[in-house]
């Protein structure tokens, strides 16, 4: 066998990862390949019959062929269906659990918390095998972060965003619920780096310093991080799931022009991550959305969204990956199709 390396496209998505991760291709490679990958437009071809009966009450057959476009992950089709399957959040309570302009108050309290994992990024070179390991422990260190907090706190519910940073490297934002456990907050100066001047709920004294040390690894149970965290006490969870949740589907409208080239570089940047790291797009505990919808307002009519039993049987009868001229052609209009009888005596 030669060990001549092709062109990268010529090689199918599981053996041009290996390589990657090998070193053989640069990350710049791997990205175009990604990007073709994203850009090339599949379509699921189906035909479905649904069983009915006529005005006359005989049984019949509606038969239909369609067509419709795959969503890649990363392109404007993904972001669309991730955005309609997160709408839940901008429907939550936008009621504060604190007013955070009162200042006869100078302590608050929540059940909420704000936090942002950075991963410290070493001045040396990174090979793309240290840079998949270090988005793949991403992942463990969350999972024992927060059984950490469990062990702790008792019931924790989270939603995590999975962003990055510019150079590629895993910095992710999160809530974490406690419904059983009460946060102190005071409005805090940030002394230095780039949010200098400004202020921010924080948790403070033994709680923060207990806290700091459960989530950054340092107690004697724990493996260390990756980098630091950021903490802040929480006033309104919905604004909070709404920006980090941004992020995932954020488009060019969705940010300030002077940081939409930088935010849309960011999200390019951590969809190809996520990509090759095969790590979902954000992450949550089970009854995440129950729980904080619970805790923020109770449900007036908790039947009102189910849906009711359809009588009609549908059955999918073919479904198959196609191109979009494989599409085009294969789409035919709604016709009926005899019952079919007794077959021939055997």
């Excluded at 070179?125 to 988005?135: L, Q, V």
């Excluded at 033994?206 to 929480?234: C, N």
């Excluded at 939409?260 to 995440?288: D, G, P, V």
Aim: proline letters at 5%; glycine letters at 6%; one cysteine or more.
């Amino acid at each position: 066998m030669s060990n001549i390396l092709r062109p990268l496209k010529k090689y199918g998505l599981k053996k041009a990862r290996d390589l990657f991760l090998k070193n053989a291709y640069s990350e710049a490679s791997i990205q175009e390949y990604y990007h073709n990958w994203r850009d090339d437009t599949n379509f699921m071809l189906g035909e479905k019959w649904v069983f009915l009966k006529n005005k006359a009450g005989k049984r019949i057959i509606q038969r239909e062929r369609v067509s419709w476009k795959l969503p890649k992950r990363g392109d404007e089709l993904y972001k669309h269906y991730l955005k309609d399957k997160l709408k839940w959040i901008d429907n939550l309570p936008s009621e504060c659990i604190f007013n955070p302009i009162d200042r006869s108050k100078p302590i608050q309290q929540t059940n909420f918390l704000f936090v942002t994992w950075t991963t410290h990024k070493q001045d040396k070179f990174y090979s793309n095998r240290e840079k998949h390991d270090i988005w793949k422990e991403d992942s463990a260190i969350c999972n024992r972060t927060l059984t950490r907090l469990r062990q702790h706190y008792g019931e924790v519910e989270y939603w995590r965003s999975n962003e990055g940073t510019r150079a590629g490297f895993p910095s992710p934002h999160g809530v974490l619920f406690f419904p059983d456990y009460t946060w102190n907050a005071r409005l805090m100066k940030v002394k230095r780096g780039k949010n200098k001047g400004k202020s921010y709920w924080r948790v403070f004294g033994d709680q923060h310093r207990k806290l700091k040390s459960i989530l950054e690894g340092k107690d004697v149970r724990a493996s260390p991080v990756q980098g630091f965290t950021d903490i802040q006490g929480l006033h309104n969870p919905r604004g909070a799931l709404r920006h980090i949740s941004k992020y995932c589907f954020g488009g060019g409208d969705d940010y300030p022009i002077n940081q939409r080239a930088r935010k849309l570089e960011i999200q390019e940047l951590t969809y190809f991550w996520l990509w090759i790291t095969r790590k979902h797009t954000y992450s949550n505990s089970r009854h995440f959305k129950t729980k904080i919808q619970e805790f923020l307002t109770p449900l007036s009519d908790s039947t009102r969204r189910q849906l009711g039993i359809s009588k009609v049987q549908i059955t999918w009868v073919y479904l198959q990956v196609g191109s979009p001229q494989e599409a085009e052609d294969w789409d035919l209009p709604l016709e009926e199709i005899p019952w079919p009888g007794p077959g021939p005596p055997t």
